[in-house]
């Protein structure tokens, strides 16, 4: 009997709970549920950027919760078909980044000091749920830094700096992207439309980086993994520079755009706006890509004996 209760109890991982990183997990599921209680409770949300925060909270709280089950449980073993140390560590990342996004939204849109005209029992509401959603951005932080690959370890490719500038760098594209669709004027010039092939080609190639990771197909290319990505992360360099030249030359330069603000521009549909961020982001994908290779490179060297 007690040899079938040991054996029974094999069946749960209790230790992937207690860990530092199972402890983080299981605070992000808790703060994502306060988060969403006080939301829906009283604070309220409303308008595109409240859906999208309450869509981050639901979808981090449910694969927060799917990932402890699965860790607790080992069904992550019996999955075929995907890295479970590239999955968790390309959520986490992505995790980090979304709910950081939500919890500066939030307060901006919903969030005030003053009572009036919403009463001070919703103020207070929506000030504790922006409280908990920067709890969870630190509890992913937590989670990314703990899981993160240290020098000379060996572990999955999304875990080390390399993989998890892939994820940083897919989310500023698709900040860039939702710039472009929001009136940025960019089929104005073909130089422009040169900027936004630079951003598909790198997202599209970078994304398709990250799905092979965590579907552990690196194996499928003809040449090494590793020197695949360093091609192309010296030729999305080379392509970022054209785009952070070439872009602010035809939004901002007075031959071809505007310098400054035009002053009867509509907030939230002002091309002006639309170009600033693409400009910003364009300059921030190529530092982040340009930090990829110095890291790529670094990994190179240390691997050898």
Not at 26 to 32: D, G, I, K, R, T
Not at 124 to 146: I, K, N, P, Q, T
Not at 189 to 216: D, E, H, N, P
Request: proline share 4%; net charge positive.
């Amino acid at each position: 009997m007690a040899h079938q209760a040991s054996t029974h109890s094999s069946y749960l991982n209790v230790d992937a709970i207690w860990s530092r990183v199972g402890v983080a997990r299981l605070l992000q599921v808790a703060f994502a549920c306060a988060t969403l209680s006080l939301v829906v409770h009283r604070a309220g949300y409303s308008a595109p950027y409240g859906v999208f925060c309450m869509c981050v909270w639901c979808v981090c709280c449910a694969v927060s919760a799917f990932i402890i089950s699965c860790e607790l449980t080992r069904l992550h073993g019996c999955m075929r078909g995907i890295s479970w140390g590239d999955f968790t560590a390309t959520f986490a990342m992505l995790a980090t980044l979304a709910s950081l996004t939500a919890a500066i939204v939030y307060p901006v849109y919903f969030a005030q000091l003053a009572c009036y005209p919403i009463g001070c029992e919703v103020r207070d509401f929506r000030l504790a749920a922006s409280v908990f959603a920067a709890l969870l951005v630190v509890a992913y932080v937590v989670e990314v830094g703990l899981t993160r690959a240290r020098p000379g370890q060996v572990t999955s490719y999304m875990a080390t700096v390399p993989g998890l500038l892939k994820v940083v760098q897919a989310y500023a594209a698709c900040i860039i992207f939702g710039a472009l669709a929001n009136e940025s004027q960019y089929r104005r010039f073909a130089a422009t439309q040169w900027c936004v092939a630079v951003y598909s080609f790198c997202f599209v190639v970078t994304v398709a980086i990250i799905i092979l990771s965590v579907a552990g197909r690196t194996g499928m290319l003809r040449c090494p993994f590793e020197r695949c990505v360093v091609t192309f992360t010296v030729l999305a360099v080379l392509m970022y520079m054209s785009a952070a030249v070439i872009w602010p030359v035809f939004c901002f330069d007075s031959k071809y755009g505007s310098a400054q603000r035009p002053q009867h521009c509509p907030r939230g549909r002002c091309p002006w706006d639309s170009q600033l961020v693409v400009t910003v982001f364009t300059h921030v994908n190529l530092l982040l890509y340009i930090a990829d290779l110095v890291y790529s490179q670094r990994l190179r060297f240390t691997s050898r004996p």
